[in-house]
């Protein structure tokens, strides 16, 4: 990556996080609420039959996707996130919400305790995280490549979704080889 690229995701990251951090957590929750039935009114159209559904467990600055996972699950769906296993993240089964059935990870954000494990390739949709975005779906992580190397594994078929507040839309990211676009990106 070219120095001026890193420099400029680098301005970017640090903006983004104190925009996020600015968020009160009513606002917060408002746009949680409004991200998660947006979700589940854009797979019921984009992809009814998705059986296998990946999503982040968020952390306290992130969209919330609490009432989105819950429904999934009411629903029959299955549900994986991220784990940590002592060297890399995998998918694992996300059985319910509840405190036993989770733990605190290496950057203290949830994770399934539960040690399922599912190929990437087998996710139908993606829900995934980020700090900025673009309407045609570039995506800024947080820096470690954690979601792009899962990324990079999953089925071409499979449904890659980005959501973000709306300042978290920008009219253009730095992209490079290894990073993964995205097939929508939602906002309210």
């Known amino acids: 990556?070219?120095?001026?690229?890193?420099?400029a995701k680098s301005a970017l990251r640090s903006e983004m996080r104190i925009r996020?951090?600015?968020i009160d957590e009513g606002e917060r929750a408002f746009y949680s609420e409004k991200i998660c039935a947006e979700l589940i009114s854009f797979l019921s159209s984009r992809a009814p039959a998705a059986s296998h559904i990946a999503v982040y467990l968020a952390s306290p600055q992130e969209i919330d996707l609490t009432d989105f996972i819950r429904k999934m699950l009411k629903t029959g769906k299955s549900i994986f996130s991220p784990r940590w296993n002592g060297e890399t993240y995998l998918l694992s089964q996300v059985v319910s919400l509840d405190e036993r059935d989770l733990r605190c990870g290496?950057?203290?954000?949830k994770e399934p305790r539960e040690e399922n494990i599912l190929d990437p390739s087998l996710i139908d949709v993606w829900v995934v995280p980020g700090l900025a975005f673009t309407a045609k779906g570039m995506r800024l992580g947080?820096?470690?490549g954690w979601y792009d190397r899962l990324l990079s594994k999953a089925s071409s078929e499979s449904l890659k979704v980005g959501v973000a507040h709306p300042f978290q839309i920008v009219e253009s990211l730095p992209?490079?080889?290894h990073d993964v676009l995205l097939d929508a990106v939602l906002s309210v």
């Open 142 to 144: 947080y820096g470690g």
């Open 106 to 109: 290496p950057m203290g954000i």
């Open 175 to 177: 992209f490079e080889e």
């Open 1 to 7: 990556m070219g120095e001026q690229n890193k420099t």
């Open 20 to 22: 996020r951090a600015s």
